[in-house]
């Protein structure tokens, strides 16, 4: 039988997407298991514990997913205002005018379609 604070801490750090190798570490040297013991455990607790976890890191992935969406929004935003205001980006050496302004515009609108599907997912789940 596991106990419930070796599990909880488990759970723990899986929602702290900490390295399956390092719990595998501390809990080999906070116990007695052997490394193919605690990998077996942590693994099973992972399997077992799968909604819990996801529900546990859900908030903090919503919120990302809302910052790169308003992220993207702004710096689509802010390059339409300075491509209208006459600015020009140039990226690395490719001297093409307008580019810049083109490949950050793309940018922006990958990261705002990207983080408000990945919000949306998240919701309907």
Not at 10 to 28: D, E, F
Not at 57 to 79: N, R, Y
Request: glycine share 12%; aromatic share 8%; proline share 2%.
């Amino acid at each position: 039988m596991i106990d419930e604070a070796i599990k909880s801490q488990i759970v723990g750090n899986l929602v702290r997407r900490r390295s399956k190798n390092s719990i595998i570490t501390a809990l080999c040297e906070s116990s007695d298991l052997r490394w193919v013991e605690a990998k077996r455990l942590v693994d099973e607790i992972e399997e077992n514990n799968s909604l819990e976890i996801y529900s546990r890191q859900k908030p903090f992935m919503i919120i990302l997913g809302s910052m790169i969406a308003l992220g993207g929004c702004i710096l689509s935003g802010f390059i339409i205002y300075e491509t209208l205001t006459g600015l020009i980006v140039f990226v690395g050496i490719v001297p093409i005018p307008y580019f810049g302004n083109i490949f950050l515009f793309g940018l922006g609108l990958g990261m705002l379609i990207g983080g408000s599907r990945g919000v949306i997912k998240l919701l309907m789940d």
